[in-house]
């Protein structure tokens, strides 16, 4: 039979154990998450919706059967992995530096904000 000694090494050790693969099984959960942007809320998504219409958006994309043709579709947008909300915010900032031929203007601060780029943005990748 063990000793008590022995018996709370023995306890220790599988313990300490334990608390390891928990802590390298979190670390990398949490490196999987990193760059993983949470989903959008509802009201992100109508605010940006707001946005799309007050910037004359329709006049040039069209969603659905609705809005102008001069620019691309966007009925999908959200879906196409090759537009992501990175590379949406940065085309609308400045899309004749992602496309020398862009005829859509520049909607900088000053046209639109920050917070409402990130909802117009949000409202963007809503659309699937």
């Not at 490196?31 to 993983?36: L, P, T």
């Not at 609705?66 to 992995?81: H, Q, R, S, V």
């Not at 909607?107 to 904000?113: A, L, Q």
């Amino acid at each position: 039979m063990p000793s008590n000694r022995s018996l709370v090494s023995i306890v220790a050790g599988g313990f300490t154990t334990v608390i390891l693969i928990g802590s390298v099984a979190l670390s990398a959960a949490a490196h999987g998450q990193k760059g993983k942007t949470p989903a959008p809320s509802k009201a992100d998504i109508a605010a940006g919706s707001k946005v799309f219409m007050a910037n004359g958006c329709t006049a040039c994309h069209v969603i659905g059967d609705k809005g102008g043709k001069t620019g691309p579709e966007l009925t999908k947008i959200g879906a196409d992995k090759k537009w992501p909300p990175s590379k949406l915010s940065a085309v609308i900032r400045d899309p004749k530096k992602l496309n020398a031929a862009a005829k859509m203007p520049a909607y900088g601060p000053d046209k639109i904000t920050d917070k409402e780029l990130k909802t117009l943005v949000a409202y963007m990748q809503s659309l699937k």
